[in-house]
């Protein structure tokens, strides 16, 4: 069974609907089980033990939130070593482009040294079922891939 951790944070509802529908992706694949969290109720434990990460966060200022940046600082002495190539994905709400708050992301991943396996979905402005149906199919292949050992 694949363990998929979803860490995010939300200001406006957008980045939470569209951590609900990467948990919907999830839950879609056989034998897939999801742990859906805000940013400042995960934790190391919940790290460790996930397959594969999904990560949301609003834009702010051209960044990732400070709420998601504080669970990386929490988690990362403890997890230095322990998560190697462990797979992750990224979703942003922008109200800008996007781009700032995955630069940020996709640097402290490598830090991490956890391994990207899906471009990040990036909703610009109001959530579409277009970036919903992304955010669907971005939990349903981290959730599969893991499942099979692709990952």
Same mark, same amino acid.
């Given at each position: 069974m694949a363990k998929i951790l979803i860490v995010?944070?939300?200001?406006?509802?957008h980045t939470g609907r569209? %951590? %609900?529908?990467v948990a919907d992706g999830v839950r %879609? =694949?056989?034998?897939a089980e999801v742990v859906l969290k805000r940013a400042?109720? +995960?934790? *190391?434990?919940? *790290? *460790?033990?996930a397959d594969g990460i999904a990560f949301g966060t609003p834009e702010n200022f051209g960044t990732m939130a400070g709420l998601l940046k504080d669970f990386f600082d929490r988690t990362y002495a403890g997890a230095e070593g322990k998560v190697f190539r462990k797979p992750y994905a990224l979703f942003v709400?922008?109200?800008?482009?996007?781009?700032? +708050? @995955?630069? %940020? =992301?996709e640097r402290i991943a490598l830090g991490f040294k *956890?391994? #990207? =396996?899906?471009? +990040? @979905?990036i909703c610009r402005g109001e959530v579409t079922e277009e970036v919903l149906e #992304? $955010?669907?199919e971005l939990g349903g292949v981290l959730a599969a891939? $893991?499942?099979?050992g692709i990952y």
């Open positions: 995010y944070t939300s200001q406006t509802g569209m %951590a %609900a529908a %879609a =694949v056989e034998d400042p109720e +995960a934790d *190391l434990s919940d *790290l *460790l033990a709400s922008a109200g800008n482009d996007g781009t700032g +708050a @995955v630069r %940020a =992301v *956890l391994r #990207k =396996v899906y471009e +990040a @979905v #992304k $955010c669907h891939g $893991c499942g099979m």
